[in-house]
């Protein structure tokens, strides 16, 4: 996981979610010195878990700051929209909800 933010608070919400223990590398900005969408942020992912970029996908709800982030770092990339944005972001995979995401990562490893 990769999250802007204050060090504190996003570990609060980290940890009242109780999502902690699903990841294996958790970077939030602040602690890192810097953010989403810089590729930098992405890579320092990448090798804490040891993989490639290619080997990769990021999920993110944030167009520029994760899908276009995940993609400067090499990465697939997949947006799961929101209300916040509008629907104009159609050159990415595009879900607008978590199960469908087990069909685009077949994509990604059928390409």
Not at 30 to 45: N, S, T, V, Y
Not at 50 to 74: C, F, K, M, Q, T
Not at 100 to 107: G, K, Q
Request: proline letters at 2%.
């Amino acid at each position: 996981m990769i999250t802007n933010g204050f060090t504190d608070f996003q570990w609060m919400n980290i940890k009242a979610l109780g999502i902690d223990h699903y990841f294996d590398t958790i970077l939030v900005s602040e602690q890192e010195g810097i953010k989403k969408p810089h590729k930098d942020i992405f890579l320092r992912a990448l090798k804490a878990l040891d993989v490639s970029a290619e080997e990769s996908v990021y999920i993110g709800d944030h167009p520029e700051n994760d899908v276009l982030g995940a993609r400067g770092a090499g990465m697939h990339a997949v947006w799961k929209k929101d209300a916040f944005f509008d629907g104009s972001f159609t050159d990415s995979y595009v879900i607008e909800d978590l199960k469908e995401l087990l069909i685009v990562i077949n994509e990604f490893q059928e390409n």
